[in-house]
């Protein structure tokens, strides 16, 4: 059974830190980029980050994310990281993974959450006094 679950989120004071997890079984996990994406209340879901496959592992992120937030892939657990560093309010939302068989021709479209076809359940993430 393909599977991706999210992991690692919580409740956390603004300045501080998480790492959320995504798992991926049943499948070949490192063939595929794997993008996060949060969802904040009442808005759209919008692309964090992204790490491209084994073949190159090329890393994206979003503009309010770079410098703070850091993506990683451990392919021995079949897992990928997400480190996020000097949380905000506006960091407060549901947090997605999801894999994408896209290759780099489709790099500069990363956020795009149409060309990711496999998405786990969400970890929620909190950033509050």
């Known amino acids: 059974q393909e599977q991706m679950v999210e992991s690692g989120g919580g409740l956390v004071q603004p300045g501080g830190s998480l790492r959320l997890s995504c798992a991926g079984s049943g499948f070949r996990f490192d063939d595929y980029s794997i993008g996060w994406f949060r969802q904040a209340p009442g808005k759209e879901r919008e692309g964090v980050a992204c790490i491209s496959s084994s073949l190159d592992e090329k890393t994206f992120y979003s503009d309010s994310e770079k410098g703070r937030f850091t993506i990683s892939r451990d392919m021995d657990k079949n897992t990928v990281y997400l480190q996020m560093n000097n949380l905000t309010f506006e960091d407060t939302g549901v947090y997605y993974c999801?894999?994408?068989?896209?290759?780099?021709?489709?790099?500069?479209?990363?956020?795009?959450?149409?060309?990711?076809?496999?998405w786990g359940q969400g970890t929620q993430v909190t950033v509050s006094s």
């Open positions: 999801a894999t994408g068989a896209f290759n780099g021709h489709f790099y500069s479209m990363w956020s795009r959450r149409d060309l990711y076809d496999r």
